[in-house]
Nanobody, 124 residues
Framework: QVQLVESGGGLVQAGGSLRLSCAAS????????MGWFRQAPGKDREFVGA????????YYAASVNGRFTISRDNAKNTVYLQMNTLKPEDTAVYYC?????????????????WGQGTQVTVSS
């Protein structure tokens, strides 16, 4: 069993930055790939980005590529989502997810464990 807890969400003006954290417990953190997803009001949850077990490989949705960066610290059992140049359309609840069986994926169905989410609101 893996427990994931996101933090760092909040209200920020357009053009600003936020860093989300996702703390994991319950299993060896370096055993699983991590993903970030988000869900805006009235919309389906969508992929934001993912990072491999080692942290050497990352990839992102086109909508955030070049603005968001995912990193992880396996010693601290934490994955981060650095969000820069935020836009109002980035407003959503952001979730981290852990995948034990396989490596990075943009498919939410392939992630076994999810956090409770943290709200990010970007004002114009």
């Amino acid at each position: 069993q893996v427990q994931l807890v996101e933090s760092g969400g909040g209200l920020v003006q357009a053009g600003g930055s936020l860093r989300l954290s996702c703390a994991a417990s319950g299993r060896t953190f370096s055993s699983y790939a991590m993903g970030w997803f988000r869900q805006a009001p009235g919309k389906d949850r969508e992929f934001v980005g993912a990072i491999s077990r080692s942290g050497r490989t990352t990839y992102y949705a086109a909508s955030v590529n070049g603005r968001f960066t995912i990193s992880r610290d396996n010693a601290k059992n934490t994955v981060y989502l650095q969000m820069n140049t935020l836009k109002p359309e980035d407003t959503a609840v952001y979730y981290c997810a852990a995948r034990l069986n396989g490596d990075t994926s943009s498919w939410e169905s392939e992630y076994e464990y999810w956090g409770q989410g943290t709200q990010v609101t970007v004002s114009s």
